[in-house]
């Protein structure tokens, strides 16, 4: 008899269409023969079915009317200036606690969130020639600033409001939706594929939520978790030694592009999340194109991200 399989998709910072329009986006990703290698992998022919957590309304007030993200607008360099592309409040980060303020502030740090434009340009003209035309700062800095609202929140588990009348904690929320989401999958091979903040919030909850069930593989994409101030929120229970999550049945992949600006300080995280102290966790280092490379669509199409989820598929 044929096993089934399931594939959750969790997605990643700044504002999203419905859930409906964004798991479409990601099949359609995976479907497409974007580099003339017949690698594509087209779920519903395969019968394999898939679901996606979400969790944008947490943070957003309404779903973006397109099917296309502006994120992922940006990412095919159509660039327009866009009022909408706002910074999230900047206020916020002024009624942080000393505990707060320093952790949003290294990683901001970190990850360029906060160095002036020019000098970001020079940066990374000089990690790599193929980043000549880096994403204009007026587009990436309130991008960056969705990363540092929205990972803070989460892991400080903010109550925040995004509409009139509807306020939550942020951390048990979003954690309630993911273990409600993986208890509804019964198959036999059940695939989590997550994405930038998504990536942190499952390894959360298969790491620190007792009642998040089983999965047999774990795929991360141009995640954060490499970076100390994100590890240290996660532990006790995160250890360098053993980082593992014990819920995890057989693979963990984690997949980064180097000038992916939310993965680049530390895409490569097997010395991070050992099992028992032994590396274990299949690090890819897949190179995106274009000015945006932390764009979800550009990684799906990638042949080595594919190759190891058709693997899995097999």
Aim: with cysteine; net charge negative.
């Amino acid at each position: 008899m044929k096993k089934t399989i399931h594939i959750t998709f969790i997605h990643g910072i700044a504002n999203k269409p419905t859930a409906e329009k964004l798991l479409l986006q990601w099949k359609n990703a995976l479907a497409s023969d974007f580099n003339g290698n017949e690698d594509d992998i087209d779920l519903d022919t395969k019968g394999i079915t898939s679901s996606m957590i979400y969790w944008a309304d947490v943070l957003y007030e309404n779903p973006l009317p397109e099917l296309i993200s502006k994120t992922l607008e940006i990412a095919n360099e159509n660039i327009e200036e866009d009022p909408t592309l706002d910074e999230c409040g900047e206020d916020w980060r002024d009624k942080l606690n000393e505990e707060e303020r320093k952790f949003v502030d290294n990683i901001a740090l970190k990850t360029s969130a906060d160095v002036p434009d020019p000098l970001l340009n020079r940066e990374l003209e000089s990690k790599n020639d193929l980043e000549r035309v880096p994403i204009p700062w007026i587009f990436k800095k309130p991008l960056m600033a969705y990363f540092l609202r929205d990972v803070h929140h989460y892991l400080f588990n903010k109550k925040f409001s995004p509409r009139a009348g509807v306020s939550y904690f942020v951390q048990d929320e979003i954690r309630t939706r993911v273990i409600e989401a993986l208890n509804k999958v019964k198959v036999d091979n059940h695939i989590i594929v997550s994405h930038s903040m998504g990536t942190v919030i499952i390894y959360d909850c298969l790491k620190r939520v007792t009642e998040c069930p089983f999965v047999d593989t774990l795929i991360t994409i141009g995640s954060p978790l490499g970076l100390d101030e994100i590890q240290d929120k996660l532990s006790p229970e995160w250890t360098r030694f053993d980082g593992f999550p014990s819920k995890i049945k057989n693979l963990w992949i984690n997949v980064y592009d180097g000038l992916d600006p939310v993965a680049m300080m530390d895409g490569n995280i097997e010395n991070d999340y050992k099992k028992n102290g032994e590396k274990v966790i299949r690090v890819i280092r897949e190179d995106n194109w274009g000015t945006w490379r932390h764009d979800i669509s550009k990684y799906l199409q990638m042949p080595l991200l594919r190759s190891e989820l058709q693997k899995l598929i097999d």
